[in-house]
């Protein structure tokens, strides 16, 4: 599949990666869409962009294989050790979405000078709305203003035209789709391999585009070009969404409440995706959503570490006390994330199958999911389900239904 057939079969995910290659040199944002995707000419033929796309799918088995080769399970990939973990720093877990894991970890590779610098992402406000930005940076601040969740696509092109220039080592962050594309790039570029030192994932459920955002703000009276400042979610587990505006009026809202304000769906690549862990990463963060976790005092991440040297750089930051970690049984992890695997891992054959009838093309991966098989009718009526909301949003009409369900019941 190439990169013309990924954007017109709706398999985009504005991350651009694409734009390594030099053929290519914008990203464009798409109202239709609600994401940037890349600027293509129809007459040329992206041969380096068609190779790293992650949209089209990729070797999540294989490639896995080949950077860790340890213990390995269909619903977490490969494991080298794991945790469930939370930052011993205040200032970290002030504005963390649950225990502030992947920015400790960050400030700890700077700190120690394993790293030179490295990659966060942020929100930045244009005369267009919010939108995010991915930085190269050591500035402390920096990375604890870019903590928080990003539920919405993230173009990382920019970073990607720096890295080429960037003289030394760093760590990322990203979504899993996004690190799959990088390591597509270090296979064929081993400066980039040396560049980027460490790779840290969050566990990723999908997200929906920037036409979400913009709704959620109109239905509470907030014009999008005027958001100054905007988080899904942040200041504590489970955390919260909070937009403010140029006229300093703030609204606020916990997270996942706020998931239902709209009817709009996850982006179509991400309901068929099955990387629910960031399988391709050193390093994998997500929400401790156990009982034992919630119920205590400190808000709790999970940590599977895959490779040796990132078992290392855990256990070296608990001796140093900036963080402190539990067991966590592999079970536990399942069951934590248990929503997600179930719909990436184990729905997986029989999703695919209807979307295949429907004439949806599909990314294609070579494994990393379950071989069994939903009832056909649970698929239907969630794609009817989903395909219902979209309608009745796309009319403008999904805030009434949605106050008029909440008074019948």
């Known amino acids: 599949m190439n990169i013309q057939k990924v954007i017109k079969k709706d398999l985009c995910l504005g991350c651009g990666i694409c734009l390594y290659d030099s053929n290519i040199n914008k990203m464009e944002y798409s109202s239709s869409k609600g994401m940037y995707i890349p600027k293509l000419d129809h007459n040329k033929d992206y041969t380096l962009a068609n190779a790293i796309c992650p949209g089209k799918g990729y070797n999540i088995y294989k490639n896995a294989k080949e950077l860790y080769n340890n213990n390995y399970t269909i619903d977490l990939g490969f ?18 979405s649950s225990g502030g894991i992947m920015s400790q970890i960050l400030l700890y590779l700077l700190e120690e000078k394993i790293v030179d610098k490295v990659a966060v992402t942020k929100f930045i406000y244009t005369t267009n709305g919010p939108k995010t930005k991915t930085i190269i940076t ?26 080429k220039n960037f003289k030394g080592t760093l760590a ?49 009276n907030i014009s999008f070009k005027n958001i100054t400042y905007f988080q899904f979610r942040g200041g504590g587990q489970p955390g919260s969404l909070k937009m403010i505006d140029k006229r300093n009026y703030v609204f606020q809202t916990p997270y996942p409440k706020y998931t239902s304000f709209t009817g709009y769906s996850k982006i179509l690549r991400c309901h068929l995706c099955i990387d629910a862990t960031g399988e391709l990463a050193d390093i994998a ?12 005092e400190k808000a709790w991440s999970i940590i599977i570490c ?3 040297n990132a078992t290392q750089i855990i256990q070296n930051m608990k001796e140093k006390k900036v963080i402190t970690t539990d067991y966590i049984s592999y079970k536990d992890i399942c069951h934590s994330q248990r929503i997600n695997l179930k719909s990436k891992k184990y729905r997986y054959l ?60």
């Not at 973990?85 to 002030?94: D, P």
Request: charged residues 25%; positive net charge; contains cysteine.
């Open 306 to 308: 895959r490779s040796k």
């Open 172 to 220: 990322y962050i990203g979504t899993p789709c996004q690190i799959a594309g990088i390591r597509n790039i270090q296979k064929l570029d081993s400066l980039f391999k040396e560049k980027i030192k460490l790779t840290i994932a969050n566990f990723c459920g999908g997200f929906k585009n920037y036409n979400n955002i913009k709704k959620i703000a109109k239905h509470h």
């Open 350 to 409: 029989s999703r695919n199958k209807l979307y295949h009838f429907l004439g949806y093309t599909l990314p294609i991966f070579d494994g990393g999911y379950q071989q069994c098989h939903y009832p056909n009718k649970i698929e239907l009526k969630i794609y009817i389900t989903h395909k219902i909301k979209e309608l009745i949003e796309k009319m403008d009409l999904y805030k009434y239904c949605r106050i008029l369900m909440r008074k019948k019941y």
């Open 285 to 296: 963060c997500g929400d401790a959503w156990l009982d034992k976790c919630l119920n205590d």
């Open 79 to 96: 494991v080298d050790s794991k945790y469930i973990a939370h930052s011993n720093i205040e200032e970290v877990l002030k504005n963390a």
């Open 138 to 163: 050591s500035d402390i601040k920096e990375i604890l203003n870019s903590q928080g969740s990003k539920y919405c696509p993230v173009d990382i092109s920019s970073f990607i035209n720096d890295l």
